[in-house]
């Protein structure tokens, strides 16, 4: 038998004994090192939902996962038992028009760890198709491989928004995505990196995390004049709030013909349709990722990018709810990581 920590209902998560799940058929089994905590992971246990994806049973959360490969089902030839991986949690059905187009993020039938009704990996054992359980050189810890969850959104914005030398990006929210973005334009080679957030502690870490200025979101007005002064007119926004005075201030921020990529997850917005017009905006949208995990790994591996410094607590499996707690408990909080297999 193994341990889960199940959330049964919002506000309520107990740990349950299930039985170990077997690898079938081209699948790996997975030992969980680490999970990070994600903020839809903290949605669900408050709401129970987030926008059309409904908990209806009970939910095992985490996604954000790495471990080590303690059994492998027939015809899997690698990864070979013994392997640390990074989980890359979602599963596609491999057959439907976006998987065989090769967006298989977009598949209708994707199981995706910790969306309902696919539980995560708040758990010792998992069990992934052996193609998204990728190795992890020993230069990344487990939780820096955990962390090659959130990178991987945000190489999939950066590329999205076609970043590259001498690009002038503005990142709006300096959370844990908004500061991998920030690390990830940077390592594209934009030549300057302004962020914006409401808190001032958040705006600190952005510049910690090599932001080129922070702005102060809080007035329409005076952060505009600022994003200007630093950066002069944006030629992509990623947007990491999914917050209407955020989108607001990075709309009105852009450059003509620039490349606006919504990151950040929100319910309905408003646009300013005179703007994206006048200015010939672009648009886009971003859901997860797709085939940017062994570049996140390789990226990580080679130390441009600060996972490690980005893990502010650990928790036991008995403290999932501690861990999806921490960032409510402490503003500065940036990722919690839960240890399934340690107590
Ligand atoms: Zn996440
Ligand atoms: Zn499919």
Redesign the pocket.
């Known amino acids: 038998m193994q341990r889960v920590a199940v959330l049964t209902e919002p506000d309520h998560v107990v740990l349950e004994d299930r039985e170990v799940p077997e690898p079938g058929p081209g699948q790996v089994q997975v030992h969980v090192r680490a999970v990070s905590v994600c903020g839809s992971d903290v949605h669900y246990y408050d709401h129970g939902r987030i926008g059309g994806f409904v908990m209806h049973a009970p939910l095992v959360l985490g996604h954000e996962t790495s471990g080590v490969v303690s059994a492998v089902g027939p015809g899997v030839t690698a990864p070979a038992v013994g392997t640390r991986v990074a989980v890359e949690p979602q599963a596609?059905?491999?057959?439907?028009a976006?998987?065989r187009q090769g967006r298989?993020h977009l598949?209708?039938?994707?199981a995706f760890f910790a969306t309902p009704p696919v539980d995560g990996s708040f758990a010792e054992y998992v069990v992934v198709p052996a193609h998204r359980a990728h190795p992890v050189p020993d230069a990344l810890s487990d939780e820096a491989a955990a962390l090659i969850e959130p990178l991987s959104v945000a190489l999939h914005a950066a590329a999205k928004a076609d970043i590259g030398p001498g690009s002038r990006v503005l990142v709006s929210g300096a959370g844990p995505v908004g500061l991998l973005c920030l690390q990830v334009a940077l390592a594209r080679g934009a030549s300057a990196v302004v962020v914006t957030d409401v808190m001032a502690l958040r705006r600190e870490a952005a510049a910690e995390y090599g932001a080129t200025a922070t702005v102060d979101a809080n007035d329409h007005e005076t952060g505009l004049a600022a994003v200007g002064r630093t950066l002069g007119q944006a030629d992509v926004v990623l947007e990491c709030t999914g917050v209407q005075p955020a989108i607001d201030l990075a709309v009105a921020a852009t450059a003509p013909a620039a490349t606006v990529v919504l990151v950040g997850t929100g319910a309905t917005v408003t646009l300013p349709l005179d703007v994206v017009q006048a200015r010939e905006l672009v648009v886009k949208g971003t859901f997860r990722y797709a085939h940017v995990y062994p570049a996140a790994i390789d990226l990580a591996a080679s130390g441009r990018i600060r996972l490690d410094d980005m893990v502010t607590s650990h928790h036991p499996l008995e403290d999932a709810v501690g861990a999806l707690l921490a960032a409510r408990r402490d503003p500065m909080a940036l990722k919690a990581v839960v240890h399934p297999s340690r107590s």
């Open positions: 596609e059905c491999g057959r439907c976006q998987c298989y598949c209708p039938d994707i």
